[in-house]
């Protein structure tokens, strides 16, 4: 699904993630949160399972997920737009469930 974000540069910005199955459901055996440069592609950062990466519930067939995007993160890089993914995977399987622009806005408050 493409969805585009903001935040203020230096801030935190954690959002949840809903994961539904057809039957039982899966524990992840990995995620990542990847944010690269628009213009050459840099890897600038990027977030795992169990780093920035957390489980938090599952209700019927459904995992509940959170995301945190640390202030340390955004800290040094310049405002603008970047490119994000985040890919989990299942067993052999890996799937981009998410996509878009990371737009980081300047921030007052240093």
Do not use: H, W
Not at 22 to 38: G, V
Not at 57 to 66: A, E, G, M, P, T
């Amino acid at each position: 699904m493409r969805q585009n974000l903001e935040m203020i540069k230096g801030d935190t910005l954690a959002f949840g993630v809903e994961i539904e199955f057809d039957e039982s459901p899966q524990q992840l055996n990995n995620a990542y949160f990847s944010c690269k440069n628009i213009s050459d592609e840099e890897l600038l950062f990027q977030k795992s399972l169990n780093n920035g990466i957390e489980y938090v519930n599952q209700i019927d067939n459904k995992l509940y997920y959170r995301v945190r995007i640390a202030p340390q993160d955004t800290k040094k890089l310049e405002t603008g737009r970047y490119y994000y993914d985040l890919e989990i995977r299942i067993n052999s399987d890996i799937f981009t469930i998410l996509n878009g622009i990371l737009n980081i806005q300047k921030e007052i408050t240093e």
